[in-house]
């Protein structure tokens, strides 16, 4: 159990900007939480804008200091939204989208179709149709099936697509078995160690009106070791030498991917941006030096590391119970709902009373969500003080995957979510009401 009060022990994990102030009240973007609670209700999630651009900045920063061709592609799955999009645009980030929906909500935001990268193993037709039809930069290709679709519509159309193709390494990222991707037993992308890689290569060329730009490779997340990178970008750079002495093909573009760590509880440490950035860097010059090949344009595609910090999960205490000699839970009115997060993925997170930042926590406490699942806890042995009925508990580093993973179940109606900056808070998202959930019914 910490000696410190949750201010200085969770400053790792919370948001740039927050504070206690005068009475332990936590303070985020110059913002009241408890003002927060009372004019837009809980559960509510509050995401700082100062951290999601400084985070912006750090990566670009980082990463052109480098790779002077270095650009970035925020990957949407992780949250979207339009007011995030707007920052993104104005931070001079591209954006990275799974689907038709995440595709319509950038441009919502107003990003620029040429920055956008279309990712996915079931891209369905009529989703390669329409980001054909907006002109969306690139299209990773994924696979077989996808490649024959979008030669057979480029030709249709007599328009030109760039597009990279996923290669799954055949690495292993050391990570949750949900979320590894770089194995050659993965759903994703073409696997190299078959000669499946080389094959899609050679078909692409062949295709009048595809340009491949370059390969993509995406090893999974949250990689807290740099090293899978390291060891991803010899293996494609090898693959890529050995295209260029086969085939003529030499790339212009590359992805080490996304996947780069956040630091969700206090004793976790994610290496800094600079550190994956050195790293990478140093590998992608290391592999083009030794097989004589041009150093690509490199787009990484950070998505949980952008916004994650950036998030504040804030609820109530609705029930709290004693279990004699057994364990304490304090339910909130939140939980599987708006983070299927720790069930999913046992994610840990920590917990905080947010009205109390200055009280060193002195019981162990389960904060057990509102749904009706067992498995519906979102912090198994939380250091909390005593709580009362209606208190608010912060979960910080809720900005990633939280919202993106929502859903309605038990009906509850999805959280707003607020953006602070500057002592200001703007409402980006209501929160749902009892009538939105009649709407879709006919
Ligand atoms: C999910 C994903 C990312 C982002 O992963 P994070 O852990 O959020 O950084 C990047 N690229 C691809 C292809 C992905 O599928």
Known sequence: MTN???????????????HADPDGVLEIGGCNVRDLANEFGTPLYIYDEHTIRATCRAYLRDYQAQLPGARAHYASKAWLSPALTR???EEGFGLDVVSAG????????????????FHGNGKTREELEYALDRGVGRIIVDNDDELAVLDELTRDRASEQRIMLRITPGVDAQTHAKTTTGLRDSKFGFPLPSGQAEAALVRALDAPFLDVTGFHIHLGS?????????????????????????????????????GMALTYTADQVAPETDRYAVEIASAID?????????IPDVHIEPGRSVVGRAGVALYSVVSRKH???????????GGMADNIR????????????????RIIPHIMVTVAGKFCESGDVLVRDAHLPSLQLGELIAIPASGAYQIAMESNYNLALRPAIVMVNDGEAKLVRRRQTLDDLLQLEL
């Open 4 to 18: 410190l009060p949750p201010i200085e022990a969770l400053s790792d994990v919370l948001p740039l900007t927050a």
């Open 87 to 89: 920052i993104l645009v």
């Open 102 to 117: 995440e595709l319509h909500v950038a441009l919502a935001g107003g990003m620029d179709p040429e920055q956008i990268g």
């Open 222 to 258: 949250p990689l807290f070791n740099i090293q899978p990178y390291v060891d991803g970008i010899a293996t494609i750079s090898e693959f890529a030498a050995r295209m260029k002495q086969r085939h003529g093909y030499e790339w212009r573009e590359f992805s080490p991917g996304g």
């Open 286 to 294: 290391t592999a083009c030096d030794t097989h004589g090949l041009p």
């Open 323 to 333: 279990i004699p000699e057994t364990r304490d839970y304090v339910t909130v009115d």
């Open 342 to 357: 720790p069930a999913m993925y046992d994610s840990q997170y920590e917990a905080a009373a947010a009205e109390q930042m």
